[in-house]
């Protein structure tokens, strides 16, 4: 037992160095190994830094050549738009050139035709001064028989005046003896006057109030009127135009009728007598029926008896 007890612990003295020396040895390499690691990290350091600087020049570079492509472009853009004006401008000097162009054809076009015109207009000159040289001719031979004419003209109308005056003088008569036969037959009816060229009844007279249907009394009168027209009426020669004018007049009061205005009422009252005068066998050529309404009055009073007197229908002889 002490003996294998030696020999182990020789044995284990022994293999002690070997444990070592492998030891140093792994020791040795794993020192190797990280001398040759931080060298190659220093190796590396070195080159990447290199690098780094390279990589930040070539960025600089980059930077201008950047700037220089950014300045390149905006004048590559100014350059454009100076082209693109320039070629506006040219645009709208051509189009200058053309409308003056067109603006040069059309007044040589113009020119060309005011000259024919002006040659045109020389020959009508040409012409219409031979026609005033042939109209003076002429007239110079008809002056004799103008003033021949003017003297028949004037001589004319000398007679047409004449004989306008007869007719008037011949109305004037036929007036007053119609007149005057009205006053001798109505001389004695109240109401009925005879005020200048006018044979006047009042309305009262011919019409109840506010009506345009003759009375019995008013229809009595107009028949006898009538009457007396046709005598003198036969009398008249065809050639004396003559119209005998019914004039119906209202007063200024308001209408309370059926009539809507004074207007209709002294038209309506007018009428009325011409009707019965045609059916008394008067020729309607030679009758008119107007209406005055009241701004005919013959009395501006407010009075009634200004007021009556306003409300009439007058008669007129008188010619066409």
Known sequence: MARRSRRSIRSELNAWPGYVDALSTLLMVIIFVLLVFVLGQAFLSVALNKRQQA?????????????MLSLEKSHTTSLQGEVASLHKAHDADMATATSLTAQLNQQTSERDSAQARATALDDQVAQLRAQLAAVSTALEVTEDEVHDRDQKISSLGMQ???????????LQQYRSEFFGRLRSVMQDHKGVQIVGDRFVFQSEVLFPVGSAELSPEGEAEIKVLARTLRQ???????????????????????????????????????ITVVKLLIAEGIDPHHLAATGFSDYQPLDHGTSPEALARNRRIEFRLTDR
Request: no cysteine.
């Open 55 to 67: 990589l930040d020049q070539l960025e600089r570079e980059v930077a201008k050549l950047g700037q």
């Open 160 to 170: 047409l005046n004449v004989a306008l005056a007869k007719k008037v003088e011949q």
């Open 232 to 270: 003198v009426a036969a009398q008249i020669p065809p050639d004396v135009p003559w119209i005998l004018r019914v004039d119906g007049h209202a007063d200024r009061q308001p209408i309370h009728t059926a009539f809507p205005s004074n207007w209709e009422l002294s038209s309506a009252r007018a």
